[in-house]
């Protein structure tokens, strides 16, 4: 006992009374939830999504453990409006978070809220980016910020703009010394040492909250920024070219093209450098390639960490534990970076859920599901059925064989319509066709079981005229049930 107290601390850097370590709580019997997720991490970077190449042990050992949703999308492929999906359960254009950083409305309850037990601890450690970024707020008793920089701009009115992220102060406790007037760039923590890096940080506060508050059900969000740009940590040479390729579609365009947005993106990357990266050359998104997998095992090593806290803990058979991401990324595929697309690179998320105390073996499940769910489902698992006013509806039935394949959809609004960007709003089918159809730009029509590269845009084809049709007529559908007014382009 002795000896795993020890580690625990050295851990944690928590301070361990002489009590008993392990939970006594009946697994089942009020569970807790780790809401485990990343920003911009895509599905194909572990195992049970076809890559074995990253390093990345943690995450292939939780998934060989979890239930593993072979098809989970984003709802809008941005940041704050995927982010306020995943915490409320609505739609962004319902809840309001259409762009970044918009303060998420008071009246959209997030997970603590809407739960309403106040026996649970509840926390939320690092990136937030739904206004406010380093105060706690919304049913989250224990905060750790990570992010400063632009986010206090963003800061309500009578909100002190000379507040700092937990992280920044961790780094001056460190020794080190802010190298912008805002405090720690990312750039900055980059160049950290892995033990000095974000995911570290948040590993380190992580474990505490959970051996801390061990005696009593909680709920704990981790939000890591990582594998997110800056494209660069100490671990950039951990992988080989082999290790980190491009993907087969880099650079490539669909037969029939994509929108002329899609265009506008590809000529902004290519012209120029960003963040240290030539993306004016393969060697530049090779390099980058590699780096994005380096910020995957940074983030790995921090999942181990949590992981093992809590199953030293003797909590695991009574804990959820959920792993996603916010979006994807795009690293050349179809000429572009980043996100802000309805590729499969930029929409398609990692999604693993373990429920220990259900029995549950671990599987696939093969049909699309939408993060519009996340909330219902978490509802559900939490012992809350009653998910009035939510616009998705618990995975759970798909575990148990009661709820049907159905189609997912995604949007993007964009509000300043002065800059050419369209807005868009795209259906995919449990058999995989997906249509994207913008209000000002050309549809995209995919099927993507016999092109999973999306090399091969099918609008215009009169062979499959009837399916563009009844695709159109889901996403209509899907606009009347949603209370979504954007207008959709003659088909």
């Known amino acids: 006992m002795s000896s795993r107290r020890s580690a ?22 009020k569970p807790n939830l780790l809401f485990l997720w990343t920003d911009q ?92 970024e380093v105060f706690p707020q919304r049913g989250f008793e224990e ?45 900055f923590a980059a160049k950290l040492p892995v033990e000095h890096s974000k995911p570290s940080f948040l590993a380190q506060e992580a474990s505490r909250f959970i051996l801390e508050h061990r005696a009593a059900p909680w709920l704990l969000y981790v939000n890591f920024l990582e ?19 491009l993907d087969e579609n880099f650079e490539k365009i669909p037969e029939g093209g994509d929108c002329r947005w899609y265009g506008a993106l590809r000529r902004r990357y290519h012209n120029g450098k960003s963040e240290g990266l030539d993306y004016r050359t393969r060697a530049g998104f090779q390099r980058a390639a590699r780096n994005y997998a380096g910020l995957c095992s940074l983030v ?44 499969e690179e930029a929409i398609h998320v990692p999604l693993l859920l373990r429920v220990p105390f259900r029995h549950q073996q671990p599987v696939r499940v093969p049909q699309p599901v939408s993060h519009i769910d996340t909330i219902p489902t978490m509802l559900e698992l939490l012992g809350r059925k009653d998910c009035i006013g939510q616009q998705g509806e618990s995975m759970i039935p798909i575990l148990d064989g009661r709820r049907k394949p159905s189609d997912v959809f995604l949007e993007w609004t964009n509000e300043n319509k002065a800059g050419g960007e369209p ?45 563009l049709r009844e695709l159109t007529a889901r996403i209509e559908g899907w606009q009347k049930r949603n209370n979504d007014t954007m207008p959709l382009p003659e088909v």
């Open 143 to 187: 905060w750790a910020a990570i992010e400063d920089g632009i986010y206090q701009t963003y800061y309500s009115e009578g909100r002190d703009k000379n507040a700092r992220s937990a992280y920044h102060h961790f780094l001056l406790r460190l020794g080190y010394q802010p190298d912008t007037p805002r405090g720690f760039s990312r750039g």
């Open 227 to 245: 594998p997110h740009t800056p494209f660069s940590s100490s671990l950039n040479d951990l992988h080989s070219e082999e290790e980190a390729p």
């Open 8 to 29: 625990l601390r050295s851990l944690t850097g928590a301070a361990l009374t002489p009590g008993i370590l392990r939970a006594r709580r009946t697994p089942g019997d």
């Open 41 to 132: 991490q895509r599905a194909a970077t572990f195992a049970a999504y076809g890559n074995a190449r990253f390093h990345v042990p943690n995450m292939n050992r939780l998934a060989a453990g979890s239930v593993v949703f072979d098809r989970c999308y984003v709802t809008q492929p941005v940041c704050t409006p995927s982010r306020s999906s995943i915490m409320t359960g609505y739609w962004p254009h319902t809840n309001g978070c259409v762009r970044n950083n918009i303060r998420l409305s008071p009246d959209r309850k997030t997970l603590p809220e809407l739960l309403g037990d106040s026996s649970y601890r509840t926390g939320y450690f690092g990136k937030w980016h739904l206004g406010d």
């Open 300 to 343: 790995d090593q921090a999942l181990g960490r949590i992981l093992w806290s809590l199953e030293a803990s003797g909590q695991a058979e009574n804990t959820i534990v959920v792993y996603t991401s916010d979006h994807g990324e795009m690293m050349g595929a179809h000429g572009l970076l980043y996100k802000q697309v309805m590729y």
């Open 423 to 467: 807005n868009a709003r795209t259906v995919i089918s449990p058999d995989g066709w997906k249509l994207v159809l913008h209000d000002s730009d050309k549809p995209m029509l995919f099927h993507r079981p016999g092109d999973p590269q999306e090399l091969h845009n099918l609008h215009g084809h009169s062979g499959h005229a009837r399916k």
